[in-house]
């Protein structure tokens, strides 16, 4: 294992100014809706609770995690909350959110469904006619 010094010599000869994460092979990407630059690792999604309080909170730089809170806010301010907004040159980068703990659940196994062939053959219409009325919506 290289030392830490090492480790960061070599960014700073290697990294042609992109992030960290990059220069080890993670993906980084421009978030459009964003205006920022960030890589995989960095778009990171963190819930924080303790015995002590009936809050959890919930920090990301994941847009899609973003979306989901904002609407899950906007559909239910009496449970959720924004505490906070982190910014980059005026656009959201990151959010804080609290959340009553309750509401957390961790699954102990994958959920399979076993399905006729009629029953597949039924989601897959469903799903090629909602992406059909998808792309006409968005045409024009």
């Not at 919930?58 to 906007?74: E, G, M, S």
């Not at 659940?105 to 998808?134: G, Y």
Request: aromatic share 10%; no cysteine.
């Amino acid at each position: 294992m290289p030392e830490i010094s090492e480790v960061i010599q070599y960014l700073l000869a290697n990294n042609r100014g992109l992030a960290p994460a990059a220069t080890f092979g993670q993906t980084e990407r421009k978030i459009e809706n964003m205006g920022y630059s960030q890589g995989a690792y960095e778009r990171e999604v963190i819930i924080r609770f303790s015995d002590a309080d009936s809050e959890a909170s919930l920090y990301t730089a994941n847009p899609v995690w973003i979306r989901k809170f904002d609407k899950l806010v906007a559909e239910n301010p009496e449970d959720f909350r924004e505490v906070k907004k982190e910014t980059y040159q005026g656009k959201v980068i990151a959010k804080d959110y609290t959340f009553p703990k309750r509401f957390l659940t961790v699954r102990s196994k994958d959920i399979k469904q076993n399905l006729t062939d009629e029953q597949r053959k039924a989601m897959s219409d469903r799903m090629k006619a909602m992406r059909a009325k998808h792309k006409t919506d968005f045409k024009g």
